[in-house]
């Protein structure tokens, strides 16, 4: 008789156990010769070594399944630890996933320019998605950097933000100067929030692998077997986009999105992604989506805000001459 430990590291082990230890009562079920505690993240198991062996190899798959799915059932569990079918096939349903976030949510392209934004990525080190709001190019964005992360392409992932005031004054925000930034990089939290388990995530952004800050923090920097995205691009200067790109390292891809008809900067004329658009567009290895309100993917009244807004800037330029 042997007694081993086995720790849940990057899962909460209430997903693992189960409600009232539901799917920790399988591996006992299938393992009863094996005495089973689990406290807390730790496993304790007592036990034959052969028989302890073969838990331990269940348990790995278990985790293998639900580090590749964010999610884990009990009828999952039991197919595992029962040696029973656990592929899931690709149908052409979801034939074009690019990962499965928390709870197992399928995260894949939902419009064409999502979808060109993803085909064009394979061949493109540098990719630029400029469109309205809600289109879903920054979440896109994300879902290719955490699926590459996931893969071992990058080592890395890197998301940053322009802390530019849209109508309000950072300087009264309460806090330190972190405090104060954060609010701008929210939006960055809530998409990966929606792909990496918590636990899992905190542990990658304490250790850097996953890092967010502001645009000013990128100058000096080399960014290399990474996914860099820079969201909010509209509201970077020439000399900052310029700044930002100029820090791609090797094996590093690079994201760049931004919505041109929301530029915060006193001088619209001095944005730094209508510039980098129109100087860039025929460089090798370089693509650029314009994405529209058909891609528009939050409520159904955005896609009809955003045509209200583009139909009274086009009279306003019209009334203008």
Same mark, same amino acid.
């Given at each position: 008789?042997?007694?081993?430990?086995?720790?849940?590291?990057?899962i909460?082990?209430?997903?693992?156990?189960?409600?009232?230890?539901?799917?920790?009562?399988?591996?006992?079920?299938?393992?009863? &010769?094996?005495?089973?505690?689990?406290?807390?993240?730790?496993?304790?198991?007592?036990?034959?070594?052969?028989?302890?062996?073969?838990?331990?190899?269940?348990?790995?798959?278990?985790?293998?399944?639900y580090?590749?799915?964010?999610?884990?059932?009990?009828?999952?569990?039991?197919?595992?630890?029962?040696?029973?079918?656990?592929?899931?096939?690709?149908?052409?349903?979801?034939?074009?996933?690019?990962?499965?976030?928390?709870?197992?949510?399928?995260?894949?392209?939902?419009?064409?320019?999502?979808?060109?934004?993803?085909?064009?990525?394979?061949?493109?080190?540098?990719?630029?998605?400029?469109?309205?709001?809600?289109?879903?190019k920054?979440?896109?964005?994300?879902a290719?950097?955490?699926?590459?992360?996931?893969?071992?392409?990058?080592?890395?992932?890197?998301?940053?933000?322009?802390?530019?005031?849209?109508?309000?004054?950072?300087?009264?925000?309460?806090?330190?100067?972190?405090?104060?930034?954060?609010?701008?990089?929210?939006?960055?939290?809530?998409?990966?929030?929606?792909?990496?388990?918590? &636990?899992?995530?905190?542990?990658?952004?304490?250790?850097?692998?996953?890092?967010?800050?502001?645009?000013?923090?990128?100058?000096?920097?080399?960014?290399?077997?990474?996914?860099?995205?820079?969201?909010?691009?509209?509201?970077?200067?020439?000399?900052?986009?310029? +700044? =930002?790109?100029?820090? +791609?390292?090797?094996?590093?891809?690079?994201?760049?999105?931004?919505?041109?008809?929301?530029i915060?900067?006193?001088?619209?004329?001095?944005?730094?992604?209508?510039?980098?658009?129109?100087?860039?567009?025929?460089?090798?290895?370089i693509?650029?989506?314009? =994405?529209?309100?058909?891609?528009?993917?939050?409520?159904?009244?955005?896609?009809?805000?955003?045509?209200?807004?583009? &139909?009274?800037?086009?009279?306003?330029?019209?009334?203008?001459?």
């Amino acid at each position: 008789m042997i007694e081993k430990s086995i720790y849940l590291e990057e899962i909460d082990p209430l997903n693992f156990y189960g409600v009232n230890d539901s799917k920790l009562n399988i591996l006992k079920k299938h393992f009863p &010769k094996i005495k089973i505690i689990g406290r807390g993240n730790e496993i304790k198991i007592i036990g034959e070594e052969n028989e302890i062996n073969r838990l331990e190899e269940k348990i790995r798959q278990l985790l293998v399944h639900y580090n590749n799915y964010n999610t884990i059932s009990e009828n999952d569990t039991e197919k595992i630890v029962s040696d029973m079918e656990t592929d899931f096939p690709v149908t052409s349903e979801n034939g074009n996933v690019l990962l499965y976030g928390n709870h197992g949510k399928t995260i894949k392209a939902r419009s064409y320019n999502q979808q060109l934004l993803v085909d064009l990525y394979t061949h493109n080190d540098l990719l630029f998605a400029i469109g309205p709001a809600g289109s879903g190019k920054t979440y896109t964005a994300i879902a290719l950097a955490v699926r590459a992360l996931k893969n071992k392409e990058v080592k890395k992932i890197v998301l940053s933000r322009p802390a530019v005031e849209a109508g309000e004054r950072l300087g009264f925000l309460p806090g330190d100067m972190k405090d104060k930034l954060d609010p701008y990089l929210q939006p960055l939290y809530d998409a990966l929030a929606d792909m990496i388990p918590p &636990k899992k995530l905190e542990g990658l952004i304490e250790e850097r692998i996953i890092e967010i800050a502001p645009l000013a923090y990128m100058r000096g920097r080399t960014l290399e077997n990474a996914f860099a995205i820079l969201d909010e691009a509209q509201n970077t200067t020439i000399n900052q986009l310029k +700044m =930002f790109l100029t820090r +791609m390292g090797k094996f590093s891809k690079f994201v760049v999105t931004g919505d041109l008809t929301q530029i915060d900067l006193p001088d619209k004329k001095n944005s730094g992604l209508i510039h980098a658009a129109k100087i860039l567009k025929d460089i090798a290895d370089i693509a650029i989506i314009y =994405f529209d309100g058909q891609d528009i993917i939050r409520h159904k009244l955005v896609r009809n805000i955003v045509a209200a807004y583009e &139909k009274e800037n086009q009279k306003t330029v019209s009334d203008n001459f």
